[in-house]
Each structure stands twice: as structure tokens, then as C-alpha cells.
């Protein structure tokens, strides 16, 4: 899986419309499966499964018949009772679409990106409004389609998702790319915090930031060096350092940290 | 075909869309009066009702079913499949098609029983006229659809095609009857050529100008579908 992360307006959804055929790349090539997506479209969407951050159902068809519908259209489709149950709408078949919530459109737009079995699916914020029991559940089949072998482009708001699920991963910012790689090469470039409430009147003995909350920050690439080195210190002492937190650098810091460096 | 699973559900749909049924059911049934008081009865009123039914349950119709689909971002989510672009727009026009050729089919069988119609010498013109007409209000309906934002406002993107057709076609009264050069102009009209068809294959008529103006306007729309006709909403 490769997810492509990136600040409101980056430019994420423009890019994948691009690479899924929608719209034709104002310059430079886009090559899927071995094809162009725009041109050679009818070579490379029966392989393909796409969901798009905005996709739409006329709201008067049942679930059902909506994804019969799809299924009227694809090569080789899946069984209708096959494609819902894999999304978990099999007990809302018989519903209107206008009556489904947010996130039960969303896993229906799902099910239709399965149906043809695609070897290559895109998924656009793809658990966006789902509650937390649907997008474990969505996670858990999306790792199925990866075992499976299913190569996945995955464009996201939630960190977490990205760092849970792909191998790599490149974050936009303005329509370009600012850092690129697997989830470990991305976050390794960004050091480890610490931070605490120091204790008055005495000089600590690393590098702090402040922020005005009372708090401060110390930012080191040896995480657990530098631990040892201010708890020892903390304990010759006898201080507290109190509301202590160390973490190494995770995927949503080093987004964090990219966002501010760019702005 | 691929195109007919989306047919099938738009049928689904028009049946589920009571203003949809009320248009292309409903008011050609109403417009029979209206044609009866201008003396129009035997072929005169088979050809009216026919134009009218290309004009509402064809043109009318599928403006409002391009438009709502547009919006509600059907049209979106099937260009993401692998059905072609004209396959999309095939397949949404054919519940109203349908409908619309059964309706023709009936109102001539009533009409040509009722007052004594002969079966049309020329049949083949019918077929012609028929067949090119739907497919130019189709073009048409996806035209108007991109100038149009919402279902509410294709009443008003609509009114430029309805009112030219229905008055200056000759729905309602031969083009002979106006002076030359109005009716000339009138002739290039997209219904004109149709209705000139239909009444050829009862009688004698002009074949080669209807057919070259119909030419003309499923060329002009085809053309202009490919560059107006919008997949993404209006925003």
C-alpha cells in the first residue's frame, strides 16, 4: 500500500483523478498497470477499483439494486450478497440509499470498488465518518486485500490509518511532494520528545523549548540517551519532573512538523 | 450489454419519480385537446403528438434526469467504472426512450383506429424520423443539462428549446401557411425536420432538406456534448 497524506487543499484528490483517468495530467506521464489511465481507460478500469472521496448513488435505489446496478456494468463481478457482507451492509440490502448514514455510504462505496476484484484499488479518505468499530473493521479488510495481493493507493486524513496500513507513504504539501518513503524513513528524519514541568530555581542540564504553557520541550534524535541522562540528573538532585512524557517521533509529529515548515 | 444495468435502474427510478411520470405520461394525454381544437385530427394530430412526446418525455425528461444524476454524483462515480462516456449517457436515456417510443406507438394506434387512418405508404420515413428525433432531443437534453444547475432550474434552461419547437415547428399548424421566409427559417428548427418526416410517410412531402437539417443538428449536438457536457457538479 502506498498513502498519499497532505494538508486541506494539497492537492491529494486532484492527484489521484488524475492517476484513476478522470482528468488528463496538464503535464508528465501517468502510467497504471502498464497504461495510460486517460487514453487507454477501457484497458485499464476493468482491473481497477476506485472509490472517490465524493461518489454518489441516485438515493432512490436500495442498496441491493444499487450495487446490482455496478455490477450490470463490470467484467467479471463478485456475487451482489459477496460484496455487501465484505463491507457488513448485508442487513441493510433492502434500505434506500437516501436512508443510509454517512459511513454506511461510504462501505457502500466500497463494496462497488471491490466488486470487480481489482488488482489495483483507490481508496479517497476512504473511512472518513466512520465510527471507530467500522474503521477497525475496514482496516482489517483492507489488510485482507493486501495479503491477497491488492496494490492500494490510500489518500487520508488520519495519520494513524497511514501508519497502521502502508508500506510507503508520501506527504503533499501545494501540490508537491515534501517527504516520501516507508513509515520509518519519514518519521526517523524527525527527533524524539520530552517534555515536562521543570522544577524552579535550578538549571537543567539539556536544550529546552518553551511554549508558555508552563511546559517545556526538549528535542533529541537519541531518545533514550538523553532520558537517562535528565533522570539521573532529576534524581542527584531530587527533583520532580513532573507531568514527564517522552515519545519518539510519530507519523503525525513529523506531519506536523512538515505543515509548519512549509506554511 | 453493459449499458442496459444502468437503463435498468433509471426505469427503477422513473418509476420511484412521480414528477417524471406526471411529464411524460400525463401531458402528452393533456396536449390532445389542445390539438383537437386547432382541427387537428387523422395523421396532423399522430405527428403533434408525437413532437410533443420528443419534447417532453424525451428532451424534458432528460435534462432533469442529467441534471439530478449529475448532482447527485452518479455521473461521477460510473466514469470510474469501466462503462465508455457515451454508455453513461446511453444507458441513462433508456427508460425514457422506452417510454417514450411506446407512448408514440400507442397514441398512433388509438388516433389511426379512431379516425380512419391508412398504414403509412412510406414506413421506412417514419423509422427515420423517429429514430433521429430521439436521438437529437437526447443530444439536446444533454446539452441544455449543462446550463442548467439544479432540477428546479431546468423548467427555465428548458423553456428556449420547448417554446421554439412547439411553436415554430409546426406542431400545431403547417408551416405553409407562414409567409416564405419565416418558414424557411422555422424549417431549421430541430423538431421541423422530424415532423416533415413523419408526415412523409403518409404522403408525399419533402425527404432531402429533413433529412439533411437532422444530419445537421445530431452532428451540431453530438459535437457540442463532447465539449459542454459536464460529469462533476456545478460549483
Redesign the interface.
Known amino acids: 500500500m502506498f498513502a498519499l497524506l497532505g494538508t486541506n487543499g494539497a492537492g491529494k484528490t486532484s492527484t489521484v483523478e488524475v492517476v484513476?483517468g478522470?482528468s488528463r495530467p496538464a503535464e508528465g506521464t501517468v502510467s497504471v498497470l502498464g497504461h495510460d489511465p486517460f487514453r487507454e481507460?477501457?484497458l485499464v478500469?476493468?482491473r481497477v477499483g476506485?472509490m472517490?472521496q465524493?461518489?454518489?448513488?441516485?438515493?432512490?435505489?436500495t442498496v441491493t439494486?444499487?450495487t446490482?446496478?455496478?455490477?450490470?456494468?463490470?467484467?467479471s463481478p463478485r456475487p451482489v450478497d459477496e460484496a455487501l457482507s465484505l463491507v457488513d451492509l448485508t442487513h441493510r440490502a433492502s434500505v434506500r440509499v437516501k436512508q443510509l448514514s454517512g459511513g454506511e455510504r461510504r462501505r457502500l462505496?466500497l463494496a462497488?470498488a471491490l466488486l470487480?476484484r481489482p488488482e489495483v484499488l483507490f481508496l479517497d479518505e476512504p473511512t472518513t465518518g466512520l465510527d471507530p468499530e467500522s474503521r477497525r473493521n475496514t482496516w482489517e479488510l483492507i489488510r485482507g486485500l493486501l495479503r491477497e495481493g491488492v496494490t492500494v493507493l490510500l489518500t487520508t486524513h488520519y495519520l494513524e490509518e497511514a501508519q497502521a496500513l502502508a508500506d510507503r507513504l508520501a506527504i503533499m504539501h501545494r501540490g508537491r511532494i515534501v517527504a516520501q518513503g516507508t513509515v520509518s524513513e519519514v518519521v526517523d528524519a524527525y527527533p524524539a520528545r520530552i517534555s515536562f514541568v521543570p522544577p524552579a530555581g535550578i538549571p537543567l542540564p539539556v536544550v529546552v523549548s518553551e511554549d508558555g504553557s508552563g511546559r517545556v520541550t526538549v528535542r533529541t534524535n537519541n531518545l533514550q540517551e538523553t532520558l537517562h541522562e535528565l533522570l539521573a540528573w532529576a534524581h542527584a538532585h531530587s527533583v520532580e519532573l513532573s507531568g514527564l512524557d517522552a515519545r519518539s517521533a510519530s507519523l503525525e509529529e513529523a506531519f506536523l512538523a512538515i505543515a509548519e515548515e512549509a506554511a | 450489454m453493459?449499458?442496459?444495468?444502468?437503463g435498468?435502474?433509471e426505469l427503477?427510478?422513473f418509476w420511484?419519480?412521480r414528477t417524471a411520470l406526471f411529464n411524460s405520461l400525463v401531458m402528452p394525454v393533456l396536449i390532445v385537446p389542445l390539438l383537437m381544437s386547432v382541427d387537428a385530427d387523422g395523421v396532423p394530430l399522430i405527428v403533434g403528438l408525437t413532437g410533443f412526446v420528443l419534447l417532453m418525455a424525451v428532451y424534458y425528461n432528460l435534462v432533469t434526469t442529467f441534471v439530478a444524476?449529475r448532482e447527485?454524483?452518479?455521473l461521477?462515480?460510473?466514469?470510474?467504472?469501466?462503462?465508455?462516456d457515451p454508455e453513461i449517457l446511453f444507458g441513462a436515456s433508456l427508460p425514457s426512450v422506452v417510454v417514450a417510443l411506446g407512448q408514440m406507438a400507442l397514441f398512433a394506434v388509438i388516433v389511426g383506429v379512431i379516425t380512419g387512418v391508412a398504414l403509412p405508404a412510406r414506413p421506412w420515413f417514419l423509422v427515420v424520423g423517429v429514430v433521429g428525433g430521439v436521438t437529437v432531443f437526447a443530444l439536446l437534453a444533454a446539452v441544455s443539462s449543462a446550463f442548467t444547475r439544479t432540477v428546479e432550474m431546468a423548467q427555465v434552461t428548458s423553456l428556449p428549446v420547448l417554446v421554439a419547437c412547439l411553436l415554430g415547428s409546426g406542431l400545431f399548424f403547417p408551416l405553409s401557411v407562414l409567409p416564405d421566409g419565416v418558414a424557411t427559417v422555422l424549417r431549421l428548427l430541430p423538431l421541423s425536420p422530424v415532423l416533415d418526416l413523419l408526415r412523409a410517410g403518409w404522403s408525399d412531402g419533402p425527404v432531402l432538406r429533413p433529412l439533411i437539417v437532422l444530419a445537421v443538428w445530431i452532428a451540431l449536438g453530438t459535437y457540442a456534448v463532447r465539449r459542454w457536457f459536464r460529469w462533476d457538479p456545478r460549483r
Not at chain 2, 461521477?76 to 465508455?84: A, S
Open positions: 484513476e478522470l481507460r477501457s478500469r476493468p476506485v472517490l465524493e461518489g454518489g448513488f441516485p438515493p432512490d435505489l439494486e444499487a446490482k446496478m455496478w455490477a450490470g456494468t463490470l467484467t462505496d462497488l470487480g | 453493459r449499458a442496459t444495468a444502468v435498468q435502474a427503477k427510478l420511484r419519480n444524476r447527485e454524483l452518479v461521477k462515480r460510473l466514469r470510474v467504472g469501466e462503462l465508455t
